[in-house]
């Protein structure tokens, strides 16, 4: 509708049949319609029964979520749709590779914030460090800021991947 | 894939078509579909009609589904074959119809490698079909083709392609029947009771109601029609219909207000504006319904029943959803309404009749009369009047001839009255008449054209022909696109930009050419002569009437402007201003 209504992000969980042309069918629906992608991760989850799992977060209006999710429940190859932000508890992490090229100084601090966060390095040189950092968007951005004065040259991160708390499955 | 099997590929897929109860195939031969023709040319179950271009090919199954209610099948090769069908299946998701598209491709081992007529089809259409596939392997199609028919009747109605490569038509696999494949696509049919018992109640509290019927029930079936009508009837309300849905209730009933929208009725518009309870069944809110959404129906509690969950809050906010199909929901509706002896507001349902007769006493949509030149509105009345005992089926083009057709025409039935609503497709028309006509071989079957639309598949003149079908072709021509013109004279300063063609062809000559029969009305003594002669030729007919080239299409909702602020002729000025930009709302 035309009033400005309030921004929400929202991540959704969807399952689907590890098929040729799924994630395309997914993604352009998002493109198609001009719906956001903030991050989307995808893997085989169930290889007996050939299903991906779909982890995508977006941001829209309330009604905006809800087309979203109706408009991912309508395609074929989709079998469910949960809206993790909604529908209870859950837990969503990611994880991030960072590379720091320094020396001296920089080199020592760098691993001095990278044990902070818990990060490991898994790769070095004489210049270098790969770390590897997990956990939430936030937590993994906090860590990428930190390293940028400190001689940060690379990111590669996989976006979220979220799960329900408690017992039940999707 | 290449162990021997009963059957090869080819035979696969018509085993398949046949057991899906196709009886016609509309298409175009090419490399990389031979061996389908191949087999086609050996049987004798399967009817093909050859078309002149692939568009029209999926328009043709179009106006076969739309008029039987069955699955539209079209069978075109690789590449270019498979690019012409874009249109049709964007114009078929648009409008729900349900067709499967078989595309030849090029062998799987040739596939991304820019070979000759290769085009990535299933790529090209993911977001103009319900659902495609890309068959890998012969040991699937047969499970594909069942699969593709069922998910394009399921549910909401839509164009499913199939792509099939050379190599895997060519080997050798096992056919099964659809009996053997349970589908997991399983759409909701039956409506929620508790929803339905809600929908009741805020019905017999309305005091200003308004039923608003869109192609979903037409699309449901005769049945859902049938019960429709039977549930106005009950409650004795006011029913408007879209576009898609005209047909859907008899448009001689006096409940019916005629067609909503843009063009559509002032007493429906109105009604719409100020009722208290809207009930749509099977409408999508669609823009040239609404108008400006934030003055949409301000005071009004909204139901919407939809098989379609993605329909449901997409454009208008509406206090009560009904996800399911129109016919069960409304056989549940009726049900629930009997057994609660539901008593409504008469004296309050009255005086919004009374109202709503006022707004009807506008008779908006009357014209000056003409004895020198034909005025479209008038020539679209005298079809009525002089062909309705043949129960005709009506197909248009897209512009000013189908708006006028719209509110000129009545429908009793559905499934007569056929158009390209959603995506407002030209040179619809002709090809989609074809179609109906293969399927309704002893019907009347009228294209109403205008002179530009029916240019974009005249080629179709041809296939008539061919296959003896006596499509009757009503050109409206007003040496413009009308709709176009109109645009630009209303909102565009007068500036004619392009919408002029300065040559037309000499369509009796045309007719001829094609070994149509061709005639002409140049005068409005002449127009009655002109249809009498056209509908008793037991022969494909242009017919082509010169029309009053400054008539608009009236009445009109401006773009951007609300249903209470009708434009109802050139001599309405009650609105100066249309819409601007600023007000959130682009033109279009």
Redesign the interface.
Known sequence: MIKHEEIQRHTIAVLVDNESGVLARVIGLFSGRGYNIESLTVAEVNAADNLSRITIVTSGTRQIIEQIKNQLRRLVPVHKVSDLTIEGPHVGRELALVKVSSTGEKRVESLRIADIFRARAIDSTNESFVFEVVGATEKVDAFIKLMEPLGLVDVSRTGVAAIARGAAAL | MSQQGAMNGAEILLKALVDQGVEVIFGYPGGAILPIYDELFKQNRLKHILVRHEQAAVHAAEGYARSTGKVGCVLVTSGPGATNTVTGLADALCDSVPLVCLTGQVPTHLIGNDAFQEADI??IT??CT???Y?VKDVADLARIVHEAFH?ARSGRPGPVLVDLPKDVVQAHGEYHGPTRFKS??KPQVKGDLKAIEKAVEMIAAAKRPIVYVGGGVVNSGPAACQLLTQFVRLAGFPCTQTLMGLGAFPSSDPLSLGMLGMHGTYEANLAMHDCDVMINVGARFDDRVTGR??AFSPNSKKIHIDI???S???NV?VDLAVVGDAAHILEDMIKVWKAKQVRIDDKALRAWWAQIEQWRGKDCLRYPASNAIIKPQYAIQRLYELTKHKNPFITTEVGQHQMWAAQHFRFEKPNHWLTSGGLGTMGYGLPAAMGVQVAHPGALVIDIAGESSIQMNIQELATLAQHKLPVKVFILNNQYMGMVRQWQELIHGGRYSESHMHTHPDFVKLAEAFGAVGLRAEKPSQVDDLINEMISVDRPVVAELRTDASENCFPMIMPGMAHNEMVLGPEDRSVEHPGSEED?MVLV
């Open positions: 299933t790529g993911r977001p319900k659902h495609n890309l998910v997991k696509y959404l934030n379609d969950p993605s449901i809050n997409k906010v959130g």
